[in-house]
């Protein structure tokens, strides 16, 4: 079974452009969430899609949205990039059932570097 | 005060140690707990997965979690090279599909 795949492994963007990063889950995983991971703040959540809608979402300014397709594929975007967006980006996904036994299975991720 | 912490390292031994990795979290509503494992330029992989108190033991890793003190550890026992590894603890509370991260604590396993 295949897992999370991420693309691109590695991005290098300068400061005010703009990213997509790309995200399919485990095949039959409805959900899928993002984390941004750095040095100095470790993995934070930033959302989860489900059923092609945001579900939660983590305390990161509007520049950081995503959208889910029907597929359950997942797509993020970073607008008006940061120096300090510089970050490995996380996806994972889960089943998201009614079961309170949920695991999050992450991918490689995405290595983005903001010159 | 972030609701996981955990003590960064880095933490080296010698092959064949038993490893102690722990955490400390303040959030009461937190019920599920797990450990993942991230090697270099990976994505976390998870390791153990329990729910409320007790333990939980696999092949040479067990999972300890103790509601009452709000304290999470690993153990790792015979330690190899594979092991060196940043290991992260995480938490969820019940009916949440959101996880909190501790910061991860780097394990070097010296042959």
């Not at chain 1, 996380?90 to 983005?112: D, I, P, V, Y």
């Not at chain 2, 933490?11 to 303040?26: D, F, H, K, Q, R």
């Not at chain 2, 007790?54 to 999972?63: H, L, P, Q, S």
């Amino acid at each position: 079974k295949a897992g999370v795949t991420q693309t691109p492994r590695y991005l290098i963007k300068t400061r005010g452009q703009q990213v997509t990063l790309s995200c399919s889950p485990i095949s039959g995983h409805r959900s899928v969430s993002w984390y941004q991971q750095t040095p100095g703040q470790g993995l934070q959540f930033l959302f989860e899609y489900f059923s092609e809608t945001q579900r939660n979402k983590g305390n990161f300014p509007g520049r950081f949205s995503g959208r889910q397709f029907s597929n359950s594929r997942s797509e993020m975007n970073v607008s008006t990039l940061e120096l300090g967006d510089s970050a490995l980006y996380l996806c994972a996904s889960q089943l998201r059932t009614a079961s309170t036994n949920e695991k999050l299975f992450f991918g490689s991720g995405t290595q983005l570097s903001v010159l | 005060q972030k609701e996981v912490e955990q003590d960064p390292g880095p933490l080296s031994v010698p092959e064949g140690a038993i490893v102690s990795l722990n955490c400390t979290y303040s959030n009461s509503a937190f019920q599920y707990f797990m450990w993942y494992r991230q090697y270099s330029r990976k994505g976390p992989e998870l390791l153990m997965y329990t729910y409320s108190s007790g333990n939980k033991e696999d092949g040479r890793f067990t999972a300890q979690v103790d509601k009452s003190s709000k304290y999470i550890s690993l153990f790792i026992r015979d330690s190899q090279p594979s092991d060196s590894a940043t290991y992260l603890c995480a938490s969820r509370s019940a009916g949440s599909y959101q996880l909190t991260f501790g910061k991860g604590t780097k394990l070097s396993v010296i042959p």
